[in-house]
């Protein structure tokens, strides 16, 4: 990746926006550090400059203020259109958040016809959740449970139909680390599911 300073405002509009809000997990880490991840991932597999930026600014729409047409003012057409790609809705004034899986739903459906740069950082998005995931909870599926909560089987299937998405959509490589770290992953939701019939 090349630094630049497209890349430093979009660094520093992530913090920003982003300052108040920290990752689930016991950690509690600044919510930047999965942005930074993301876009550290989606370098490996990109010059893209317009895809970089996006994946630093991949969560702002649904999770912040920020709007769409400050997104595009700010960054330009190309980056919007690779955000909304990823989003699973708008955060809009007043509008009420929509239900887990009419949002995971609309994220499908935009999965379906987004450019390969949202493919990426999707898949990118995904691979440090599912890792962050693994590493934080292998040996506290109580914890688990109790921070993310809902049903696993659902969890698991919401995951299988984007992997279903990308496999079928995506031609980066990137797709072989999300199918690696995806087979982690199903594998901590089975001892999950295990220890809690056991209890």
Do not use: C
């Amino acid at each position: 990746m090349a630094y630049s300073e497209r890349i430093e405002l979009a660094v520093q509009a992530a913090a920003l926006l982003h300052r108040n809000q920290v990752r689930k997990g016991p950690a509690k880490l600044p919510y930047v550090s999965h942005l930074f991840s993301v876009a550290l991932l989606v370098a490996d597999y990109t010059d893209d400059e317009d895809v970089i930026v996006a994946a630093l600014l991949h969560d702002t729409l649904e999770d912040t203020e920020y709007s769409p047409e400050e997104l595009e003012n700010d960054f330009g057409g190309k980056v919007r259109k690779l955000v909304e790609g990823v989003s699973e809705h708008i955060n809009a004034d007043g509008a009420k958040r929509k239900p887990w899986k009419e949002r995971k739903q609309q994220y499908l459906e935009h999965l379906a016809s987004a450019p390969e740069g949202s493919l990426i950082i999707s898949a990118a998005d995904k691979i440090h959740n599912m890792r962050s995931i693994v590493e934080q909870y292998y040996n506290d599926h109580d914890a688990f449970r109790r921070d993310f909560g809902g049903s696993t089987e659902e969890r698991l299937m919401m995951y299988q139909k984007i992997s279903n998405v990308l496999n079928r959509r995506l031609t980066s490589d990137i797709v072989v680390e999300f199918n690696h770290i995806f087979n982690e992953y199903k594998k901590f939701i089975s001892n999950v599911q295990n220890t809690a019939t056991h209890d």
